[in-house]
């Protein structure tokens, strides 16, 4: 059984790299990994999906927005994206593509939102078992989309 605990390298806001540990039982795709039930290579493609999520800001927002509040008669302007959102987002809405209607649904969920498999099968009416094998599917179209080797 792999070790619950990695050093990984990540970009920090800054885009500095850093060395940080993390427990893979925190993620329902590390805790699959971790136990055997998905291959380094489907781990690796849910891995950069759920980052490019994160980075395109797809998630929801749970503080509040401290911009300036829309002057009377008149439109809020937002800041534009940057370039590096941007590209995450376009990686993002290829991989999900790639993955094909039907099993983008379970790869979203497990991946970006962090639903466990029984969790995901049950809001999609999927008999149990059914979301993994679907799920596997789905990374390695993932996978092959960000040219994930293995």
């Known amino acids: 059984m792999a070790a619950l605990h990695v050093e990984q390298t990540i970009e920090d806001p800054a885009g500095c790299p850093q060395r940080v540990m993390v427990h893979l039982g925190e993620s329902p795709l590390g805790w699959l990994h971790a136990r055997g039930h998905l291959k380094e290579r489907h781990y690796l493609a849910g891995d950069m999906l759920r980052a490019d999520w994160e980075k395109a800001g797809l998630g929801p927002r749970v503080t509040m927005r401290w911009d300036a509040a829309p002057r009377?008669?008149?439109?809020?302007e937002r800041p534009d994206p940057s370039l590096a959102q941007l590209s995450a987002r376009e990686?993002?809405?290829g991989a999900i593509r790639a993955a094909g209607p039907g099993l983008s649904d379970i790869l979203w969920r497990v991946a970006c939102a962090g639903e466990g498999i029984t969790?995901?099968?049950r809001a999609l009416g999927w008999p149990s078992r059914a979301g993994k094998l679907?799920?596997?599917?789905?990374l390695d179209r993932v996978a092959d989309w960000y040219r994930v080797s293995g």
């Open 72 to 76: 009377a008669g008149g439109r809020r």
């Open 91 to 93: 990686r993002f809405d």
């Open 119 to 121: 969790a995901a099968e």
């Open 134 to 138: 679907v799920l596997t599917l789905a």
